[in-house]
T-cell receptor, first 109, second 113 residues
């Protein structure tokens, strides 16, 4: 069964500090991992996907198959990063996305 | 606005009543998904369509839930004989093929009294 675990429901850091949002997954095959974000009063939207290996809004995420993790990182947090972040997984056939419970990130000024 | 639209945005109903939600996906997207989200939880998969074919239904979807996508365009999600446990945000999303990039609507919030 596919499962995504985000151990932190809430995360609060100061502006300019590094941020790491944790995501662990369980899946027996080769997964595709994503981070979705929901800013206040906006729709849930894709932030980044592991196959793209790109940095979006300063965020990066590396898929670590040995540790079954896909942590989201940003070296210097900005106030506009405050949002709900969801880690999600799908199989290579991309039939459906399975989401974690989400982490609410708050960036303090 | 060419994004995914959902209607109604809010619905308050009494236990035992039937409710129907509508989703209009982005026009060129052939896949349409329904998710349910309760407070403090991530979106839970309910069902998805490729064109007009319903390809997968979650075990979460009891017999009281039914979804359709006639003609492969808009979709409806009906809940019969609503229960208080059905109170949630119902999210619709669409995608072009199986890219994993879903475009979400703003959701339909259901409150069952």
């Amino acid at each position: 069964a596919q499962r995504v675990t985000q151990p932190e429901k809430l995360l609060s850091v100061f502006k300019g500090a590094p941020v790491e949002l944790k995501c662990n997954y369980s899946y027996s095959g080769s997964p595709e991992l994503f981070w979705y974000v929901q800013y206040s009063r906006q729709r849930l939207q894709l932030l980044l996907r592991h196959i793209s290996r790109e940095s979006i809004k300063g965020f990066t995420a590396d898929l670590n198959k040995g540790e079954t993790s896909f942590h989201l990182k940003k070296p210097f947090a900005q106030e506009e990063d405050s949002a709900m972040y969801y880690c999600a997984l799908t199989n290579q056939g991309a039939q459906k996305l399975v989401f974690g419970q989400g982490t609410r990130l708050t960036i303090n000024p | 606005d060419t994004g995914v639209s959902q209607d109604p945005r809010h619905k308050i109903t009494k236990r035992g009543q039937n409710v129907t939600f509508r989703c209009d996906p982005i026009s060129e997207h052939n896949r349409l998904y329904w998710y349910r989200q309760t407070l403090g939880q991530g979106p839970e998969f309910l069902t998805y369509f490729q064109n007009e074919a319903q390809l997968e239904k979650s075990r979460l979807l009891s017999d009281r839930f039914s979804a359709e996508r006639p003609k492969g365009s808009f979709s409806t999600l009906e809940i019969q004989r609503t229960e208080q446990g059905d109170s949630a945000m119902y999210l619709c999303a669409s995608s072009r093929g199986h890219t994993g990039e879903l475009f979400f609507g703003e959701g339909s919030r259901l409150t069952v009294l």
